[in-house]
C-alpha cells in the first residue's frame, strides 16, 4: 500500500518573541495532540496532519502539512487562530502559501 503524498504550506510571520509564541502555541496543544517543542523548533502532530514551528530566524515560520487540501486548510485555521487569540495586542499577519510538490 502506498503513501498519498502529502501537500504543504507555510507561513512566515513577523512577529516580536517568536520564540515565546512558539512556546505558547505548543503548551496550549500539548494537552490533546503529540507535540514536542525544544529552543527554537516544535511539532504539533494532530489527526488532520502536522505543523512544524521554527523560530530560529527571527520570525515564526509555521510549516503544516496534510495528506489533501482539506485537512491543510484545517490545519492552517486552527494554528492560525490560536496565534491570533495569543497575539492579540499586536495580532500578526498570517499568510499561508501552498508548496509547490
Same mark, same amino acid.
Do not use: N
Given at each position: !500500500?502506498?503513501?498519498?503524498? !502529502?501537500?504543504? =504550506?507555510?507561513?512566515?510571520?513577523?512577529?516580536?518573541?517568536? /520564540? /515565546?509564541? &512558539?512556546?505558547? &502555541?505548543?503548551?496550549h496543544f500539548e494537552h490533546r495532540l $503529540?507535540? =514536542?517543542?525544544? $529552543? $527554537? /523548533?516544535?511539532s504539533i502532530l494532530s489527526p488532520a496532519g502536522t505543523c512544524l514551528l521554527d523560530s530560529s530566524t527571527g520570525q515564526l515560520v509555521l510549516r503544516a502539512r496534510a495528506e489533501d487540501a482539506e485537512k491543510l486548510a484545517l490545519i492552517e485555521d486552527v494554528v492560525s487562530r490560536h496565534l491570533l487569540r495569543f497575539a492579540f495586542r499586536n495580532p500578526p499577519d498570517i499568510t499561508w502559501q501552498r508548496e509547490a510538490g
Open positions: !500500500m502506498t503513501q498519498s503524498p !502529502m501537500i504543504e =504550506a507555510v507561513a512566515h510571520v513577523a512577529i516580536e518573541t517568536p /520564540r /515565546r509564541y &512558539l512556546t505558547q &502555541l505548543c503548551q $503529540d507535540v =514536542a517543542y525544544q $529552543d $527554537d /523548533r516544535g
